[in-house]
Structures are given as C-alpha cells and as structure tokens.
C-alpha cells in the first residue's frame, strides 16, 4: 500500500505545470544549492574543510554515496553518513591544489552535462592532484553496448550483465537508450576515444584505458563488481 508521501506525490504530479524530469532537475539543484549554502555558513563544516587543505598524498572517492571506503576521503552531495563530506562535487572540490595522490570517480562522470559541468570537474580533479596522480574514472562503455546492439539479439547484452529484458527496457534499442539516458540522469555517454578527448583537453598528459580492479595507482582499484561487466576503466595521470 502507498505511504502517505506517495500517495501525495501522486497527487501532485499530474497538476505540476512542469515535466517529471524538470522537477527532478529543480529537486537536484535545490539540494545542491543548499548544500553550497550550509558549507558556506557552518562552522563545523567550515572548520572540516579548512583541516582537509591542510592534508597531502590524499585518496579521494568522489559522488561515493552509500559506498564509503576506508583510508579515502568520501564525498558526495548527500552524505551518508558522518564520514561523508557534503559537497557539490559539479563545481569544485574541497581539496588544496596538489594535496591528492589519486582522485576516484565511479558512475559519476557520465551525469555531468558534457560542455560545462565535466571540463569544470576535471580541471579541478587536476588542480587538486599531485604531480603524478592519477584520476581513475569509471563509467559505462557506450562502445561494448553499440557492440552488443550491432551483433543481433541478446546474447551481446547478456555479457554486460542483463540476463534479461526488464519490462520498462522491452527492446534492444531500449538498452542502448539506458546507457546513453538512464531515464535522463545519464547526460552522455562515453567510449575511450571520447573520454580520453575530455580528459586531455583537461590537462591530462597520460591517458589509460584499464581493465577492473587493474590501476595505475593500485589504491585507487576499489572497483564495484557490480560495475564490473559493462564499464569502461580509464586513468589519467597529472604530469609535472
């Protein structure tokens, strides 16, 4: 049975004057904005981030969400929990330049809108990298599901993980639809060539594609199996 917060959901929506998507867009960047604002103003928080700078040879796990790993700074825009930094990581981080040794982003990149937002966040991720560090960025292989799509039937799909056809993703083109929208969270999607392109216009010298669990910087290969059987696995290292 509905909650009662469902079932007021479900009232409201159908007289909003705007679309699902563009209120899920409002939504994100209210949350956003506030977030801005309260790191702002908190001193707690305030003081949390000015400790941070003072740190080095620093691991980072960017948009990390409920998968808080040990020995790495975690942030992400909702924190889920106290060992989680709240920050929207579209805009900045909240790193000193040079403080860290490799940067990790696991099924974020492919959120950021691809002319502004992804320049912005990779200049920063090579602002706050050492010379030497690396950037593991880890996303889902538009070249394996265009792959899949040109061989014909499923089989292709079964190997990226998808047993089977969900009802909301009836066909393959569905599938492919996913990997580029994802009912319109996705804002791109990237192969290794196109990757490689952002990542070098941002600064970066050396560009690698990897494989899971397999990192220039061994510290950075927390890769989730989950992920496993359809991303792409690139790093990128800062050079002096």
């Known amino acids: 049975m509905p909650t009662v917060k469902q079932r007021f959901g479900q009232w409201l929506f159908p007289r909003l004057p705007i679309t699902r998507w563009l209120f899920d867009i409002l939504r994100d960047e209210a949350n956003a904005g506030m977030t801005t604002a309260i790191n702002a103003v ?10 941070l700078h003072a740190q080095r040879a620093l691991l980072v796990n960017v ?5 808080v790993l040990d020995g790495y700074v975690n942030v992400d825009l909702h924190a889920a929990s106290s060992r989680v930094i709240a920050w929207d990581c579209r805009r900045s981080l ?27 966040f990779l200049r920063d991720c090579h602002r706050a990298l050492q010379d030497g560090g690396v950037l593991r960025v880890i996303v889902p292989d538009a070249e394996r599901y ?12 079964h190997d990226l993980g998808w047993t089977r056809l969900p009802d909301d993703l009836p066909t393959r083109m569905d599938l492919v639809n996913h990997v580029f929208h994802q009912w319109q969270e996705h804002r791109w999607a990237y192969d290794f060539e196109t990757l490689k392109h952002r990542l070098t216009a941002a600064g970066f010298a050396t560009v690698e594609k ?11 290969a927390e890769d989730r199996d989950v992920h496993a059987p359809y991303s792409l696995y690139v790093d990128a290292t800062k050079t002096a």
């Open 210 to 220: 990897r494989r899971f669990r397999d990192s220039t910087l061994p510290a950075l």
């Open 42 to 51: 908190s001193p707690s928080r305030r003081r949390r981030v000015r400790a």
């Open 63 to 67: 948009a990390c969400g409920p998968h």
């Open 94 to 120: 909240p790193l000193a330049d040079g403080s860290a040794a490799g940067i990790r982003a696991e099924q974020f990149v492919e959120h950021l809108e691809t002319r502004e937002e992804l320049p912005q």
């Open 146 to 157: 265009l792959h899949a799509y040109c061989c014909g039937g499923f089989a292709g799909f």
